[in-house]
């Protein structure tokens, strides 16, 4: 079974930072793909990393984003900066990846956590 437990989030002011966490079990670290995604039309992305450390970010947030994964690690960190009212939303954190070898690849979810930004 794959398990999510995230933390941070909350409420921030414009211009400031937050920090989100999400630690994974049961998807292996090799060939995976680990991020976050915001509630919004589409599902949208907001950035991941994979298991060779290549990034993706949603353009709203480059530069203002750090997606972050230890090697080897089942924890991604997504440090958040210079907040602005648009990046307000629940953040899903999201695995791509195998349960085990010889299983099929699959995408899982968390449960989700709550970024505000407002003065």
């Known amino acids: 079974q794959v398990q999510f437990v995230e933390s941070g989030g909350g409420l921030a002011q414009p211009g400031g930072s937050l920090r989100i966490s999400c630690e994974v079990s049961?998807?292996?670290?090799?060939?995976?793909?680990m991020g976050w995604y915001r509630e919004g039309p589409g599902n949208r992305l907001v950035a991941t990393i994979n298991s060779n450390g290549n990034t993706k970010y949603a353009d709203s947030v480059k530069d203002r984003f750090t997606i972050s994964r230890e090697h080897g690690s089942s924890k991604v960190d997504l440090q958040m900066n210079n907040l602005k009212p648009e990046d307000t939303g629940v953040y899903y954190c999201?695995?791509?990846?195998?349960?085990?070898?010889?299983?099929?690849?699959?995408?899982?979810w968390g449960q989700g956590t709550r970024v505000t930004v407002s003065p």
């Open positions: 049961g998807v292996m670290f090799s060939g995976s793909t």
């Open positions: 999201y695995a791509f990846g195998r349960r085990r070898l010889g299983t099929p690849t699959a995408e899982h």
